[in-house]
């Protein structure tokens, strides 16, 4: 008989988001996202960090001070990584796992690259005008918004 104990695919592909999202050097918010096409194969992964040739270790990683010296106008975001980094996979009707709800920016590359859903985990900044305009953009584009259903599964990897 088969095993029952096995984690069902929300739990997997948002298992897989958060991994990858400890990747992220960002000291606040580490966020990971996974496409996955409606057939359940990952097309893609992005966490939120600098662009290529920006090292790490040369760039702000503040929140707060002058613009400029803040990671704000840099640190590239898990979601476009992920739309970027999907290279030639077609996205229409993909649906993306983000551990964070995704900001304005974010949206508009998930509208315009064809993923039809949202499954977010974290929306800890749901009254920022940014996540306010990412619902009225994704409401008019038709893309479903889903908040991820925590089933307190543990899951533990010994690496
Ligand atoms: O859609 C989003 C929104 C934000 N991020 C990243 C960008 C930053 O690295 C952090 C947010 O930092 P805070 O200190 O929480 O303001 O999250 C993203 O990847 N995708
Ligand atoms: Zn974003």
């Known amino acids: 008989m088969k095993r029952t104990d096995y984690i069902n695919w929300d739990e ?30 990952i097309l893609s992964l992005g966490y939120n960090g600098m662009p290529i040739g920006c090292d790490d270790d040369a760039m702000p990683w503040e929140r707060e001070g002058s613009p400029l010296d803040t990671k704000y106008m840099y640190v590239c975001h898990a979601e476009l990584n992920a739309i970027l980094n999907s ?3 077609n996205l229409k009707g993909a649906r993306v796992y983000v551990t964070l709800f995704p900001c304005n920016e974010c949206t508009k590359a998930i509208i315009q690259s064809g993923i039809q859903e949202v499954v977010y985990y974290s929306d800890k ?19 479903r918004l889903t908040p991820y259903t925590n089933t307190e599964r543990k899951i533990e990897l010994t690496l």
Request: hydrophobic share 40%; charged share 20%.
């Open 12 to 41: 997997y592909f948002m298992g897989i988001a958060l991994l990858t999202a400890m990747r992220s050097k960002d000291p606040s918010s580490q966020v990971g996202a996974c496409i996955v096409s409606p057939e359940n194969k």
């Open 87 to 89: 290279a030639h996979n």
């Open 125 to 143: 900044y749901h009254d920022s005008d940014s996540s306010v305009a990412a619902r009225f953009m994704f409401k008019k584009a038709g893309v």
